[in-house]
């Protein structure tokens, strides 16, 4: 059983800050690469930010200095802190887990969070 639980949105005025929550399952032995999505009506899920297979903060362009990937192993939970929040930054959010490793109690595939809603006004 694999959860991903996201919270830790709601409404600011443009200029705000917001930090976003990411809880997930780990079992030893298995290896996890977490990921920030957004996604507006009528538009395809894009990629925010998260950590590539080489280890490096990834961040899409039009978040790159305003938001911040953070992760707490020990927690088994990721961070977005989000801020300068524009109008623009309207999605609702979703925490992405992959879950890999050769060991067979390791549930591997992708995993989504049901997502938290961000409303930003002008």
């Known amino acids: 059983q694999v959860q991903v639980v996201e919270s830790g949105g709601g409404s600011v005025q443009a200029g705000g800050s917001l930090r976003l929550s990411c809880v997930v399952s780990?079992?030893?032995?298995?290896?996890?690469?977490m990921s920030w999505y957004r996604q507006v009506p009528g538009k395809e899920r894009e990629f925010v930010s998260g950590?590539?297979?080489?280890?490096?903060?990834q961040y899409a362009d039009s978040v790159k200095g305003r938001f911040t990937f953070s992760q707490d192993n020990a927690k088994n939970t990721v961070y977005l802190q989000m801020n300068s929040l524009n109008p623009e930054d309207t999605a609702m959010y979703y925490c992405?887990?992959?879950?890999?490793?050769?060991?067979?109690?390791?549930?591997?595939?992708?995993?989504w969070g049901q997502g938290t809603q961000v409303t930003v006004s002008s």
């Open positions: 992405k887990l992959q879950v890999s490793g050769a060991r067979w109690w390791c549930r591997r595939g992708d995993y």
């Open positions: 780990r079992d030893p032995g298995c290896s996890y690469d």
């Open positions: 950590i590539d297979g080489d280890g490096k903060t």
